[in-house]
């Protein structure tokens, strides 16, 4: 079955540098979760998108921005990039966004910020 | 506090033994809950979820939700060594659907 296919896998930028991450999800999936995972943390709610609409906030800095397009991928925008950004960035995807609805994770990006 | 809080372990049983995980959660409106395995490096890998109080049960995983005690746990029978890893759980609310994690549990499955 195709899961959630995220790109690039590894990320190298120095500070200060831009990245974008992007996250393509299940097929019929319209429903767009991304998390940040530091070193032995456990994985943090950023924003989520349902229907190319942002749909909840979390702990995203202002440096970061994120959009869902018209099929449904999502890219996630981080500026000014500081060593704290340095993480799994993980995308998930379900169809729609309600309470009862499985959440499946992709393989994740690994940035590292220099 | 964490508005979920998982013992970190490490929790180490033995080759076939049963093990128990076990969460709480402060927020009474959670609607539902969910188990995800994560290998070290990996994504999180969804194994059950739960949001009728009880017990769910599928393959060696059984999944039991108390909504009264705020409580959700997770038993894996007949462990195996491949089953050691970071177990996470998580609850999502209905509106806009994020889920918020524990700090997970580290298991160890000795052969």
């Known amino acids: 079955a195709a899961g959630v296919i995220q790109s690039p896998r590894h990320l190298i930028k120095e500070k200060r540098e831009t990245a974008t991450l992007k996250c393509y999800p299940i097929?019929?999936?319209?429903?767009v979760y991304w998390y940040q995972q530091g070193p032995g943390q456990d994985p943090q709610f950023l924003i989520s998108?349902?229907?190319?609409?942002?749909?909840d906030k979390g702990s995203i800095p202002d440096r970061f921005s994120a959009q869902q397009f018209s099929d449904y991928h999502s890219e996630l925008n981080m500026s000014s990039l500081e060593l704290g950004d340095s993480a799994l960035y993980f995308c998930a995807s379900s169809l729609g966004p309600r309470g009862y609805n499985e959440q499946f994770f992709g393989p994740g990006t690994r940035l590292t910020v220099l | 506090q964490k508005e979920v809080e998982q013992n970190s372990g490490p929790l180490s049983v033995p080759e076939g033994a049963i093990a128990s995980l076990n969460c709480t959660y402060s927020d009474r409106g959670s609607q539902s809950f969910f188990w995800y395995r994560q290998y070290s490096g990996k994504s999180p890998e969804l194994i059950m979820f739960?949001?009728?109080?009880g017990d769910k049960e599928d393959g060696r995983f059984t999944a039991q939700l108390n909504k009264a005690s705020q409580y959700v746990s997770l038993l894996i029978r007949d462990s195996q060594p491949s089953d050691s890893a970071t177990y996470l759980c998580?609850?999502?609310?209905?509106?806009?659907?994020?889920?918020?994690f524990g700090q997970g549990t580290e298991l160890s499955v000795k052969p």
């Open positions: 739960i949001y009728s109080n």
């Open positions: 097929p019929r999936h319209d429903t």
């Open positions: 998580a609850v999502k609310y209905n509106q806009g659907g994020k889920l918020i």
């Open positions: 998108f349902y229907e190319k609409m942002q749909s």
